[in-house]
């Protein structure tokens, strides 16, 4: 279940990033970032069910930068 959610998150990362460097319109960038920070957080998990606790909370900790990164996005605009 995992796996399949990183593959979705990445791909409609990858999808509105792709968006955004073709046509130059950056409208949906924070959206981007919030997925970004899905697929994180979702890395983080695995990382810590495979033990390798360390990386997992890392990553874990880059997805809150991201999603406070987001917050203030949607905060400032």
């Known amino acids: ?3 399949i959610l990183q ?11 792709g968006y955004g460097i073709i046509t130059g319109n ?4 924070a959206y981007m970032i919030l997925f970004l ?3 994180m ?3 983080g998990i ?9 990386m997992g909370w890392l ?7 991201l999603t406070f990164v ?3 996005r949607y905060m400032f605009r």
């Open 41 to 43: 957080l979702v890395v």
């Open 46 to 54: 695995k990382e810590i069910k495979k033990n390798n606790k360390a």
């Open 37 to 39: 920070s899905l697929t």
């Open 7 to 17: 593959i979705i998150f990445s791909l409609i990362t990858l999808a509105i990033a």
């Open 26 to 29: 950056f409208e949906f960038q």
């Open 59 to 65: 990553v874990i900790g880059v997805f809150a930068f």
């Open 1 to 3: 279940m995992l796996n």
């Open 70 to 72: 987001y917050i203030l």
